[in-house]
């Protein structure tokens, strides 16, 4: 058997490591051979070999499936060869200082990535341990020290490639506005400017490929909104990623001008007004098919700040499992939506998902044999089994005006985007009590505080009564990252204090979030909902009186079996998908009942 050399300089081999395996008694010698069979059929043999190990394995002939997965794969190595194991996350990244460090064809050359550059040490990744050649060239250039960390092959080409680009494409960006610094004014002038100077750098490809650079790594990260903040020397992008705000890019200032211009070109938005906000809307394509952005720009002190809200046709339009019903829910709210006739509101903060509900119900209830009508602002998704309007205020277009429109119509079910003002919720109990099913959407923060809310704007309690179906609260939590997740032990006292004053019991294993490289090290992959579901029942209709308590409400659906936000978390902590702390963090009041 073969010793590991560290000191020697030398490309590790297929066979180097196929030896290792077997000393460490995680492959046989019969899969030894047939590994070193396998490789001699796939093409990419001289440069990735856990890929090559990792591709054998799914294979018919192959024993290894149920023995070794990538993951713990490249942990071995990386312990093997002594050289801490690395995920390459291209948001932690400053292109533009990582690319200063050495030239493309010599990252190419050793297939090395500058990953971080600090005051006194350079972390390289590389995918050879064993060689160092590239360190004393590095050294006499920049006189610091070298960390090297292992990371995958065929992620160091990639990102050789892509970030290199973006950091070319910024540099001649800045370039080029440079040439043009003579006539540009102050932030703050450039926002009460009208149209004196045509777009200059919207439309040149590099601007063209930084915009495609961001939408494509929002659409790879998850992203569901987009942010880019112009500042007085450096702007920044950030990404919204499961309901939290991350850092991306810093972009220098006066390309970020010439990005927005080319957003708001794409978004068929007035790009020499720079003064008041504006909307807009675009369409691209992601791999998994076409992706609506809706835009936004606002005026600051250092340019417009743009806003790109990301509708993922997959994500807007998820059955009731996916969104995280649980069988009750599901029940509760197919009963409402089946109705031929009433008023269902759902409540919730932005950003909790409402949207998502409402066109998953809609598009579930758009059958040949209905007329289904919406009134939005705006429309969020184009979706063609609906006849959907958008409010226009330039006009005179506001929802209570299109509901009204929408009655002429002839509808079946009609969807108002919000309940704002007393003539939009009296033209939607107008539509229910002449035969419609209408969905709408409030802010409170629970199920039961929509009801008073509509008898503080004034609709009359007799008209709720008779026309309100049920409320549904919502908001979105954190599902936990199933890769990295880990048990915790919670006391009896902290379990009663999270569930209080129900009495439920404590699951024999409850999780808690760690954080790895598949999830950026925030314990954390995607969200999903939980729900305070009620009907209006006769007994909840009785006390639907002028001055009502939302929390008499509450205590006499509770008795019918409603569930509150909290425990609906509870239950997600149960199942194993989230934590303490994320429902503590979402739903963090206790009922007093």
């Known amino acids: 058997m073969k010793q590991i050399n560290f000191d020697v300089e030398h490309?590790?081999?297929?066979?180097?490591?196929?030896?290792?395996?077997?000393?460490?008694?995680?492959i046989t010698k019969i899969e030894d051979h047939a590994i070193k069979q396998y490789a001699?059929?796939?093409?990419?043999?001289?440069?990735?070999?856990?890929?090559?190990?990792?591709?054998?394995?799914?294979?018919?002939?192959?024993?290894?499936?149920?023995?070794?997965?990538?993951?713990?794969?490249?942990?071995w190595l990386?312990?093997?060869?002594?050289?801490?194991?690395?995920?390459?996350?291209?948001?932690?990244?400053?292109?533009?200082?990582?690319?200063?460090?050495c030239t493309q064809p010599y990252?190419?050359?050793?297939?090395?990535?500058?990953?971080?550059?600090?005051?006194?040490?350079?972390?390289?990744?590389?995918?050879?341990?064993?060689?160092?050649?590239?360190?004393?060239d590095l050294y006499h250039l920049h006189k610091k020290k070298f960390k090297r960390v292992l990371a995958n092959a065929k992620d160091i080409q990639r990102y050789i490639n892509e970030l290199y680009a973006f950091s070319k494409s910024v540099k001649n960006a800045s370039d080029r506005q440079e040439d043009n610094a003579g006539n540009q004014l102050t932030n703050l002038e450039q926002l009460l400017e009208l149209g004196e100077k045509s777009n200059l750098e919207a439309n040149n490809q590099h601007i063209i490929n930084l915009v495609n650079w961001l939408l494509q790594y929002a659409f790879e990260q998850r992203a569901s909104d987009i942010h880019l903040e112009?500042?007085?020397?450096?702007?920044?992008?950030?990404?919204?990623?499961?309901?939290?705000?991350?850092?991306?890019?810093?972009?220098?200032?006066?390309?970020?001008?010439?990005v927005i211009s080319r957003i708001k070109t794409l978004g068929r938005m007035d790009i020499a007004e720079k003064r008041r906000p504006q909307d807009g809307r675009l369409k691209t394509r992601n791999d998994k098919g076409e992706v609506e952005l809706r835009l936004s720009t606002m005026p600051t002190a250092f340019g417009e700040k743009v806003v790109m809200r990301i509708f993922?046709?997959?994500?807007?339009?998820?059955?009731?499992?996916?969104?995280?019903?649980?069988?009750r829910e599901k029940q509760l709210w197919g009963d409402m939506s089946n109705q031929a006739h009433g008023i269902i509101l759902v409540t919730g903060p932005t950003g909790s998902g409402k949207t998502t509900t409402l066109y998953s119900t809609l598009k579930q209830l758009a059958t040949p044999e209905v007329n289904l009508c919406t009134v939005e602002d705006p429309i969020e998704l184009i979706e063609p089994g609906f006849n959907q309007m958008q409010v226009d205020h330039k006009i005179g277009l506001d929802f209570s005006s299109g509901i009204r429109t929408l009655m002429r119509q002839d509808p079946d079910i009609i969807m108002v985007g919000e309940i704002r003002d007393l003539e939009t919720a009296e033209m939607a109990i107008q539509a229910s009590l002449t035969g419609h099913l209408?969905?709408?959407?409030?802010?409170?923060?629970?199920?039961?505080?929509?009801?008073?809310?509509?008898?503080?704007?004034?609709?009359?309690?007799?008209?709720?009564?008779?026309?309100?179906?049920?409320?549904?609260?919502?908001?979105?939590?954190?599902?936990?990252c199933s890769n990295c997740k880990i048990e915790h032990i919670v006391t009896d006292e902290e379990w009663k204090s999270l569930v209080t004053p129900f009495i439920i019991e404590k699951s024999a294993k409850l999780y808690q979030a760690k954080g790895c490289s598949e999830c950026r090290n925030t314990g954390y992959a995607g969200r999903v909902g939980i729900y305070e579901i009620f009907k209006n029942t006769t007994s909840i209709q009785k006390i639907i009186t002028p001055g009502c308590d939302a929390n008499?409400?509450?205590?006499?659906?509770?008795?019918?079996?409603?569930?509150?936000?909290?425990?609906?978390?509870?239950?997600?902590?149960?199942?194993?998908v989230t934590s303490i702390e994320e429902v503590l963090r979402v739903a963090p009041e206790n009922l007093e009942v």
């Open 312 to 327: 993922d046709p997959e994500i807007l339009l998820r059955n009731f499992s996916a969104l995280g019903f649980n069988q």
């Open 78 to 101: 990386s312990v093997k060869v002594g050289v801490p194991l690395y995920h390459i996350d291209p948001l932690k990244i400053d292109a533009v200082s990582i690319t200063a460090i």
């Open 11 to 26: 490309k590790l081999q297929l066979e180097e490591v196929l030896d290792w395996l077997v000393k460490d008694k995680l």
């Open 552 to 576: 008499n409400i509450t205590k006499l659906a509770l008795k019918d079996g409603m569930k509150t936000l909290r425990i609906s978390g509870v239950e997600k902590i149960l199942a194993g």
């Open 107 to 136: 990252a190419e050359r050793f297939n090395i990535l500058p990953v971080k550059v600090e005051n006194d040490v350079i972390t390289i990744a590389v995918s050879e341990p064993f060689i160092r050649e590239w360190e004393q």
């Open 40 to 75: 001699l059929r796939w093409e990419n043999r001289e440069k990735d070999f856990i890929n090559l190990i990792c591709d054998y394995q799914v294979g018919k002939d192959s024993s290894l499936g149920k023995k070794i997965s990538y993951s713990n794969l490249t942990k």
């Open 230 to 258: 112009p500042r007085r020397e450096e702007s920044h992008v950030r990404f919204r990623i499961d309901g939290v705000m991350h850092q991306v890019y810093k972009i220098p200032t006066p390309v970020m001008g010439a």
């Open 438 to 480: 209408v969905l709408s959407t409030l802010h409170t923060n629970n199920a039961a505080s929509a009801i008073t809310r509509l008898l503080e704007i004034g609709v009359k309690s007799y008209l709720v009564k008779l026309t309100l179906l049920g409320v549904m609260a919502q908001r979105l939590i954190r599902t936990l």
